[in-house]
């Protein structure tokens, strides 16, 4: 799984940093992305962006089936491997805000954005057609936790986009997260925060899907909204 965490102090640049043991749920990935959180990057991300997409409007799922696939298996619960090869997941979380910091609860919220990505060799991008709006139940879709939630408030859609590594199928999550956390006032008032955001992939075997890359972002000002 991913396991993220952002460390606040007094008079200290926030950081974020992504630890790199998987969860029992997901076999071992190289996440390698440790040390300061950076801002979200500019438009130079692989995936189209929509105002330069060639929106097919009038497509649906069934335009994008490649003949001979079942319908039925993508849409329900059959990630889609080939030759027993694990889906390869990419996850990027971008924080908007941080607070609610409770030290009486031993809780706190962020508010943000969870991407996915991953192919799906059971489908095709129409020619001259860079993206596709989907709804929920058309394809599969990675079952993702916040282990250390206690309320979620989210707002998926998926899409098909046409992206420099392929077509992928694209989750976007706006999500609030009430979390947990443990508390230690040992060297209070000069201690850190470490506020763990734990994300992990359920429903499917380690052998089936796979988190592959993961990376977190913090906006500017983020830790300073109240």
Do not use: C
């Amino acid at each position: 799984g991913i396991m993220m965490a952002l460390v606040l102090a007094l008079g200290a640049a926030p950081m974020a940093r992504i630890s790199g043991s998987a969860s029992k749920h997901i076999a071992p990935a190289a996440l390698v992305l440790q040390g300061a959180a950076q801002p979200p990057p500019a438009a130079t991300d692989t995936s189209t962006t929509a105002d330069t997409a060639v929106i097919g409007e009038s497509y649906t799922i069934a335009d994008l089936i490649v003949p001979g696939q079942d319908s039925d298996d993508i849409s329900k619960s059959h990630p889609p491997t080939v030759g027993g090869v694990p889906v390869n997941v990419t996850g990027i979380l971008t924080i908007t805000n941080v607070f609610g910091i409770s030290e009486t609860d031993s809780t706190y919220t962020i508010q943000g954005q969870f991407v996915m990505q991953w192919a799906d060799s059971r489908l095709h991008m129409p020619t001259g057609v860079s993206r596709v709006q989907l709804d929920d139940s058309d394809v599969w879709a990675p079952d993702i936790d916040f282990y250390n939630s206690i309320k979620l408030d989210e707002k998926p859609k998926i899409s098909f986009l046409q992206t420099d590594a392929g077509p992928m199928v694209t989750k976007t999550n706006r999500v609030t997260v009430d979390l947990t956390m443990r508390m230690d006032f040992t060297y209070y008032p000069g201690d850190k925060r470490a506020l763990p955001v734990e994300v992990e992939i359920y429903s499917n075997p380690s052998t089936a899907v796979k988190f592959v890359e993961t990376k977190v972002y913090l906006s500017e000002g983020a830790d300073r909204k109240s």
